[in-house]
Nanobody, 126 residues
């Protein structure tokens, strides 16, 4: 049973930075593409970023390009999201997700993922 546990969320001022972590357990980490999504109150869950199993392929949402960076450490079975130049509109619950044996562009779709974490709150004050 795959488990994903996010950490690193919190309250930060606009312009600040946070780094989210997602710890993976229960299966072979390198078999999975790992993604980040976010959901603001009253809105649907939206794609943020994803990285394939070896880091050779990444996708980013247009809204965060140049500010957020995804990375993974297969030895530690952890995926990260470095978030810089945060804006009030980045406020949301951030979710980590895992998709097995897939590297295509459908990784921007919520339905493509097999497992989800419980989420971590990021609040950016303006």
């Amino acid at each position: 049973q795959v488990q994903l546990v996010e950490s690193g969320g919190g309250l930060v001022q606009a312009g600040g930075s946070l780094r989210l972590s997602c710890a993976f357990s229960g299966d072979t980490f390198s078999d999975y593409s790992m993604g980040w999504f976010r959901q603001a109150p009253g809105e649907e869950r939206k794609f943020v970023s994803v990285m394939n199993w070896n880091g050779g392929r990444t996708y980013y949402a247009d809204s965060i390009k140049g500010r957020f960076t995804i990375s993974r450490d297969n030895g530690k079975r952890t995926v990260y999201l470095q978030m810089n130049s945060l804006k009030a509109e980045d406020t949301a619950v951030y979710y980590c997700a895992a998709a097995a044996y897939y590297e295509g562009s459908d990784l921007k779709r919520v339905w493509r993922y097999d497992y989800w974490g419980q989420g971590t709150q990021v609040t950016v004050s303006s």
